[in-house]
């Protein structure tokens, strides 16, 4: 069936450092895909998204490209804050034909503590 | 505007009670969706509503149940708590159904003890 896999947590980073967030997917058809953050004690925000292959998403300073080849959606930062600490989700959204919907597909989740 | 809204955003329940959560959905958005969020994991597709009916449905035992009102604000109840429904309930809002991009309000946080 669909799923979304992500590497494990937690990744520490210094401040300024280089983030990557490695995220595969598997799914039948054409999926979009989203990166999603979740801060302590708060629902998900949308942090990006890429809706066919070759789509590059971007938001505050976050990327991330649809790679149909290798199935992937690696979130990439080049200069981490302390601010950034939080976990971060790849989803996957899929066509439920039977229904008319759309629904999400989450992968577990991957903590990222950034230090001073 | 605001925003997806929830309530309320926390609760404790005993095992064998019943529960209901509330959502309100982003001015002009017609399609509502529950999932639910066990600590450290992914979180889960429940339902979906749009327009008062039930669109689809997530791998979830009859406990659960929800509707959507006239005014696309929407309601999760389950029933025979259970200690593993301790979760994270988030609502979901899109513009219309079929739509890829949901927007989540802050999750009701349910303890069961």
């Known amino acids: 069936g669909d799923s979304v896999t992500q590497m494990e947590g937690p990744v520490t980073l210094s401040e300024e450092a280089f983030l990557t967030i490695n995220c595969t997917y598997t799914a039948t058809g054409y999926p979009s895909l989203f990166w999603y953050v979740q801060y302590p004690g708060e629902g998900l925000q949308l942090l990006l998204k890429?809706?066919?292959?070759?789509d590059k998403g971007s938001n505050k300073g976050f990327e991330a490209t649809y790679r149909k080849e290798t199935t992937s959606f690696h979130l990439e930062k080049g200069s981490v804050q302390v601010s950034d600490s939080a976990v971060y989700f790849c989803a996957l959204s899929i066509s439920m034909f039977s229904g008319g919907y759309n629904k999400l597909i989450f992968g577990a989740g991957t903590r990222l503590a950034v230090h001073p | 505007d605001a925003g997806v809204t929830q309530s309320p955003t926390h609760l404790i329940k005993t095992r064998g009670q019943q529960v209901t959560l509330r959502c309100s959905p982003i001015s002009g958005h017609k399609s509502v969706s529950w999932y639910q969020q066990v600590l450290g994991q992914g979180p889960q597709f429940i339902f979906q509503?749009?327009?008062?009916?039930?669109?689809g449905r997530g791998n979830f035992p009859d406990r659960f149940s929800a509707r959507q009102f006239p005014n696309y604000s929407s309601e999760l109840n389950v029933n025979a708590l259970l200690l593993g429904d301790s979760a994270l309930y988030l609502c979901?809002?899109?513009?219309?159904?079929?739509?890829?991009?949901?927007?989540f309000g802050q999750g009701t946080r349910l303890t069961v003890v």
């Open positions: 509503y749009y327009e008062k009916e039930e669109r």
């Open positions: 890429a809706t066919k292959a070759d």
């Open positions: 979901a809002s899109s513009i219309r159904q079929g739509t890829t991009e949901a927007f």
